[in-house]
């Protein structure tokens, strides 16, 4: 998704089993690149060769409202690369293969996440990363 002013709702994204842990942009399943004023709410995402939701590109004013990750090789939600103004509301993320919800800065990718806000999110599954109930301390990268 690169456009603007787009709402996603009530859907639901799926795949079957992979092979193993995937991070090409296009093996997320539902990626937010640069986009603004987007609104993802309702969403099942069930199975991901690489992350669940992946918001990168300096994505801005966007809101992720009860959004579902489960089955993901890697983080279940995913935000990065400058993305800023954003907001997840009651995620949900089950059986993911990193972080629960991740909001992750960069030196190369240069400017920093910015006043994202993560509410009442329920991590249950997450194999040790960030925003998982086995996670020690934040880290950062």
């Given amino acids: 998704m690169t456009a603007a002013d787009v709402t996603i709702s009530g859907i639901t994204l799926d795949i079957s089993s992979t ?3 995937w991070d ?3 093996q997320q399943r539902l990626r937010l690149d ?3 004023r987007v609104v993802v709410r309702d969403v099942v995402v069930d ?4 992350a669940g939701v992946y918001v990168g590109g300096g994505t801005s004013d966007f809101l992720l409202d009860r959004v579902t990750v489960q089955n993901t090789r890697a983080d279940g939600i995913h935000i990065t ?3 800023h ?3 997840v509301l009651s995620p949900v993320v089950r059986n993911v293969g990193d972080d629960g919800v991740a ?10 996440c910015a006043r994202i806000r993560v509410v009442s999110p ?3 599954g997450s194999t040790g990363g960030r925003g998982s109930p086995w996670s020690a301390a934040p880290t950062s990268t």
């Fill in 34 to 36: 640069g986009a603004s």
């Fill in 24 to 26: 090409a942009y296009e």
């Fill in 122 to 124: 329920s991590v249950n």
């Fill in 19 to 21: 092979s193993r842990r």
């Fill in 85 to 87: 103004d954003g907001q």
């Fill in 103 to 112: 909001v992750v800065s960069y030196r190369q990718d240069g400017d920093p």
């Fill in 47 to 50: 199975g991901s060769a690489a």
């Fill in 81 to 83: 690369q400058g993305s």
